[in-house]
T-cell receptor
């Protein structure tokens, strides 16, 4: 069964802390994505990666960075957490090349910044 | 640019009622279209998809038809159940393009009562 695993379901951090959100997929997918989900705003793309060590900015990259050192792992980093980064973070992956574009999602990481 | 607009919720229905959630899109070319569902406390999962005009996606009693002439992909179910209560997201993506992400609507919350 395909699986995208996010390391933490719930996190509480303080303003200014550095935060790491980890995502691992076991499907050998080339493409991986980080979204944030907020009420009334839906899902917004933060960053994505279509290959190891490659990354592209999404719609709202400010305040975030990412790391993809291995194909199966895609990390989201908040260098200095702020209260407006309190949100649900969703990781997803999909195959590259010819495909219908279906994304597989993790269960989400709910981050609260105090 | 490309975008997805879906009807705002919440949608509140009684069990066995008919469901329609409207979704329209703005895009050039021929994107693939998706409906994702998010049950309480879970990540998103694919409900159904359609990859070309006039295709009908179906799953778990839900259906949606890719209508290029009206740029729509409305979700329907003939008889909803309490277990269908969830948030539904319409989305589009261009396949075969490295690094392209799903573009989501803002989501529609469905609440079904017995």
């Amino acid at each position: 069964d395909v699986k995208v695993t996010q390391s933490s379901r719930y996190l509480v951090k303080r303003t200014g802390e550095k935060v790491f959100l980890e995502c691992v997929q076991d499907m050998d997918h080339e493409n991986m994505f980080w979204y944030r989900q907020d009420p009334g705003l839906g899902l917004r793309l933060i960053y994505f990666s279509y290959d190891v060590k490659m990354k592209e900015k999404g719609d709202i990259p400010e305040g975030y960075s990412v790391s993809r050192e291995k194909k199966e792992r895609f990390s989201l980093i908040l260098e200095s957490a702020s209260t407006n980064q309190t949100s649900m973070y969703l990781c997803a992956s999909t195959t590259g090349g010819a495909n219908t574009g279906e994304l597989f999602f993790g269960e989400g990481s709910r981050l609260t910044v105090l | 640019g490309n975008s997805v607009t879906q009807m705002e919720g919440p949608v509140t229905l009684s069990e066995e009622a008919f469901l329609t959630i409207n979704c329209t899109y703005t895009a050039t070319g021929y994107p693939s279209l998706f409906w994702y569902v998010q049950y309480p406390g879970e990540g998103l999962q694919l409900l159904l998809k359609a990859t070309k005009a006039d295709d009908k996606g179906s799953n778990k009693g839900f259906e949606a038809t890719y209508r290029k002439e009206t740029t729509s992909f409305h979700l329907e179910k003939g008889s909803v159940q309490v277990s269908d209560s969830a948030v539904y997201f319409c989305a589009l993506r261009y396949p075969d393009q490295a690094g392209t992400a799903l573009i989501f609507g803002k989501g529609t919350t469905l609440s079904v009562s017995s």
